[in-house]
């Protein structure tokens, strides 16, 4: 129904969404917060942080992927839904797995998707868990792997979340404390071109009531969530983010001095 792409922002297109990135080829604990550096050690000794294979990902990520769509409140963390996440293209070229073990169980794993000199990554963690702080110690080690050992140019951690409802502002929070830098970017969606002639201002509106009528019935619909931030996004509503104590938008963060995306 549509297609989705990140540009720079300028005069015509306003910032609503962060890109994080991370471009650091020195990344060191020494440079991160005093707090972040007590949970990696805390981290690295409750827990065994190692490389793990698709097949592995598959037998023991479960409980690890649906505790995180659960926080996430989002309809689709079940055993299905993992399988469907990750069946068909978990043993790819460019993908591999970072995991954290403890007692036999895959507490916390994180996803890496290379390509060139680029790689993406994604993170799922056990919520009965969390007070081990895997995600620090695995965030640490993949962007230490990749940016230095590894010698990727840039890594990435998406975009923010255009729903209308999400942790945002924990993620990040989260995301700039490990180490990414929040870059404002104009978040674009486009129409199929069979229904591009429908799209009114009137339409959208109505489209958009319509979706969150939905979201009553079913609040944790993945889909219905995604489509009513794509159409929030469509009729000019930029999203909001709590940080440094205060409230942002991606349009009040310069750009300045960050990387341009091509």
């Keep these: 129904m549509f297609a989705t792409y990140a540009v720079n922002p300028d005069y015509r297109r306003e910032a609503n969404a962060w890109l994080y990135l991370s471009e650091d080829r020195d990344y060191a604990l020494r440079q991160r917060t005093p707090a972040m550096q007590r949970n990696i050690r805390r981290a690295e000794r409750e827990l065994t942080i190692d490389w793990i294979s698709p097949a592995q990902l598959l ?19 079940t055993a299905t839904g993992f399988h469907r996440f990750f069946n068909g293209h978990v043993d790819q070229p460019g993908r591999t797995y970072l995991g954290a073990w403890k007692d036999g169980q895959l507490v916390a794993f994180v996803t890496v998707i290379r390509v ?61 404390k490990v180490g990414f830098d929040a870059i404002p970017v104009h978040r674009a969606f486009v129409l199929h071109p069979h229904i591009r002639p429908f799209a009114t201002t009137a339409t959208l509106k109505a489209a958009y009531w319509v979706v969150n009528g939905a979201l009553w019935m079913k609040p944790r619909n993945r889909r219905l ?7 929030a996004c469509m009729l000019g509503s930029t999203p909001t983010i709590a940080t440094e104590g205060r409230t942002i938008a991606p349009s009040e963060q310069p750009a300045i001095g960050r990387p341009q995306l091509s």
């Design 59 to 77: 037998a023991y990520g479960e409980a690890a992927f649906c505790d995180t769509r659960q926080r996430s409140h989002l309809d689709d963390a």
């Design 116 to 176: 060139d000199d680029w790689a993406e990554i994604g993170s799922f963690s056990m919520t009965s868990m969390l007070r081990y702080r895997p995600n620090d110690a695995l965030m640490s080690a993949t962007l230490k792997r990749y940016l230095g050992e590894r010698d990727c140019r840039v890594v990435s951690y998406g975009l923010s979340s255009i729903q209308t409802r999400s942790n945002a502002r924990g993620l990040h929070r989260f995301k700039t």
């Design 225 to 231: 969530r995604k489509l009513a931030g794509m159409l």
